[in-house]
Nanobody, 124 residues
Framework: QVQLVESGGGSAQPGGSLKLSCAAS????????IGWFRQAPGKDREALSC????????IYAPSTKGRFAIWRDGTKNTLYLQMNSLNFEDPAVYYC?????????????????WGQGTQVTVSS
């Protein structure tokens, strides 16, 4: 049974950092692509970053480039998202998701398995 559990959300000041984790079970992270998404109130779900299977190539949304970093730890079967230089555009519920495919896609409709999400807020 595929399960994804996010953690690490919370509140940060503008310019601050947060590190999100996504613990996966029921499959091996390195075998499939997995990504991070977010959804703010009243907005569409936004694809942020994805890491593909095996070769581990990564993609990032323009809104995250230079600020966010995605990586996985195969020994812990956990995906991470380091978020730096947070700003007032970043508050949202953050989700990890996988389509159990090998390649990344930014199309959220292709992802079958989602975590419950973790809330990120930015306040001064």
């Amino acid at each position: 049974q595929v399960q994804l559990v996010e953690s690490g959300g919370g509140s940060a000041q503008p310019g601050g950092s947060l590190k999100l984790s996504c613990a996966a079970s029921g499959f091996r992270l390195g075998y499939y692509a997995i990504g991070w998404f977010r959804q703010a109130p009243g907005k569409d779900r936004e694809a942020l970053s994805c890491i593909s299977s095996s070769e581990g190539s990564t993609i990032y949304a323009p809104s995250t480039k230079g600020r966010f970093a995605i990586w996985r730890d195969g020994t812990k079967n956990t995906l991470y998202l380091q978020m730096n230089s947070l700003n007032f555009e970043d508050p949202a519920v953050y989700y990890c998701a996988t389509s159990l495919a090998s390649k990344c896609t930014t199309d959220s409709s292709k992802y079958n398995y989602w975590g419950q999400g973790t809330q990120v807020t930015v306040s001064s």
